[in-house]
């Protein structure tokens, strides 16, 4: 029987990070090639191509620096030659790249591949709001799309410390076969068939935690940060009832770690939570402060912005005032201080 | 019709705080006797009567100091004058003192009367194990009696930041009576009908607190240290399920303020989590290090010790990890540096 190939589409932090680990075990395990390969998007460093340093060096000195890669994860530059021969894709990329990539994957994704995507995020879609990124794997490329996600930054699980995450995949084999791959003494994980919960809960707990922040900054305390962070969890989970239940969401998602771990500890640190600590704090936009926090964007109010369109569209402001009160904050349509008033006549607590 | 009346028996700082928004709100509700009676264990302040200091400034002195009573809160020395017309008794003592209280309780107790319980702990009973404070109430009493949990200090509330409380009430017209008494603009209450649930997870997250403060103190980061609140919660569930199946324990409960939210403040600020920070950075015995943390004893030791007999007693150990490993470490059993080695084979990640 043909060995098993595994290709990890992305070499960002989290990438490297789970091709060490990938690397490493289909080492140890029968019924896989050897070899992973790890797309690369090529750049420049010092002259030599990245791709080449992580070749002789094994380490990707760009996004994961100090942490020695197994010697069978191969970089490659072509996205076409790293999926090509591959049964299974771990797509972990910057999501604003995943339309891009799929139509470069498209034309060469193996029959009987499936993918999984390690991505935090959504899609936007005009129509309807926001689209799972997996859907969009899934309908661009015709194959089944599991997810791996949970409490789990790139940095603390490069570098051993215990953490955990949760499979989401639909089809249990798919699902024990990732768990095989993504599993270590350090790295524990639990599968789930709850594919679209698992995702979603990554990207809405981005608002909830900008609401932590703003709390934070206007000097409220450890049980009124409690409070928002659950408020924010119920309007995580109705939102998922409301727009995706024909997706069968499961309740016991909520308890994994791709659920509430993983939002304990966006809202205890992370850029979204600084991110709300400073608009609490300043008077600046969200564009000064973005510029102000290291360049990068934070996800939560990008996230806040599409689910307040959404919501706006059907009419259901006044069901989630916690992810409206929150988008308002960023567009500096509402004073920070006026959070908690908007919080006042809860659904959960009527 | 006659008017009802509300007793609160017990005047810490949170039955205090409590007959704060109590004596408010019986005023402005229509149908409750204007006077509310407040059992104070009576002791002297500077040769003054702690009683009479109370219903003349209006203020605990003791425990509660700097907050304003209002006037109808009634202060008195005596249990049975505090208890023996109240159709609505709310028990906020340390729990060392229920057992007498209900003694001294039961003959006076008015017929039709119910309780609610305030209080977080467990009282050991020889042959089961654990039983729970209400099911004291409830025996000895011979009264319904339903709690109120949540993340929620006596010193936020009684400041007036927004918290948020669960009401767990079997008996739905008790639950919304019990909410118009306690909900306030700031403070604010969901009413589930788990009582039992509601209650065990506020005395079983403090085992788990010891835990995060155990990783604190080993030097653990963000992701690991929600991994071991995970794996905790994990573990209140299935214990709550185990051995309180019979009693309809809700999946639900989890999500409300008594569960994540109080979970979360728990394991991120209080005695217990200090209490496991110092079991993993000194090597003090538990009772050397209480005597250095203000002399208060932190609940979250004693609970793993209860817990831990009755799991060993039914050879079940193996499926809670976590409470045992906290428990043996509290007892200087275990090293605090093999806390993690003893997660990595969880069931939650079989």
């Known amino acids: 029987m043909a060995l ?46 990245l791709t080449s340093i992580i070749n002789e060096k094994h380490e990707n000195v760009r996004y994961l620096r100090g942490v020695k890669l197994p010697c069978n994860v191969v ?54 709001g926001i689209r799972l990124l997996t859907d969009m794997i899934r309908e661009e490329l015709s194959i089944p799309c599991a997810v791996m996600m949970g409490a789990n930054l790139a940095s603390e699980v490069s570098q051993e410390y215990f953490c955990e995450a949760t499979i989401g995949a639909s089809d249990g084999k798919i699902g024990t076969e990732l768990k095989s791959l993504f599993q270590t003494k350090y790295f524990r994980i639990s599968i789930i068939r709850d594919e679209v919960g698992a995702e979603l809960c990554g990207a809405l707990k981005n608002i909830v935690a900008v609401g932590s922040g703003i709390i934070e900054g206007l000097g409220f ?30 309740e016991g ?47 939560g109010p990008l996230t806040a912005a599409e689910v307040h369109a959404m919501l706006k569209q059907r009419n259901l402001l006044d069901k989630y005032p916690l992810f409206t009160a929150v988008h308002k904050i960023c567009a500096r349509e509402l004073p920070p201080s006026e959070f908690l008033s908007c919080l006042c006549n809860h659904p959960e607590h009527m």
């Open 4 to 49: 098993r190939r595994v290709s990890v589409i992305g070499s960002g932090n989290w990438g490297s990070t789970i091709a060490k680990i990938v690397g490493y075990n289909v080492s140890e395990l029968s019924g896989f090639h050897n070899e992973v390969l790890m797309w690369v998007f090529e750049e420049e460093i010092d002259g030599q191509k």
């Open 221 to 250: 305390k450890d049980n009124t940060k409690a409070a928002v962070i659950r408020l924010g969890f119920m309007e995580m989970r109705a939102f998922i009832f409301q727009f995706f239940g024909d997706r069968d969401p499961q």
């Open 253 to 299: 998602t909520f308890l994994e770690s791709c659920g509430v771990a993983d939002l304990i500890t966006t809202c205890y640190g992370g850029r979204n939570k600084r991110m709300g600590y400073a608009l609490a704090t300043s008077n600046q936009t969200l564009e000064e402060l973005e510029r102000g926090l290291d360049g990068q964007s934070a996800q």
């Open 75 to 128: 970089a490659t530059p072509d996205v076409a030659h790293a999926a090509k021969d591959a049964d299974v894709l771990i797509i972990v990329l910057p999501h604003q790249f995943l339309r891009r990539t799929c139509a470069q994957l498209k034309p060469v994704v193996k029959k009987g591949a499936y993918a999984v995507s390690l991505m935090k995020g959504l899609a936007m879609s005009g129509e309807n």
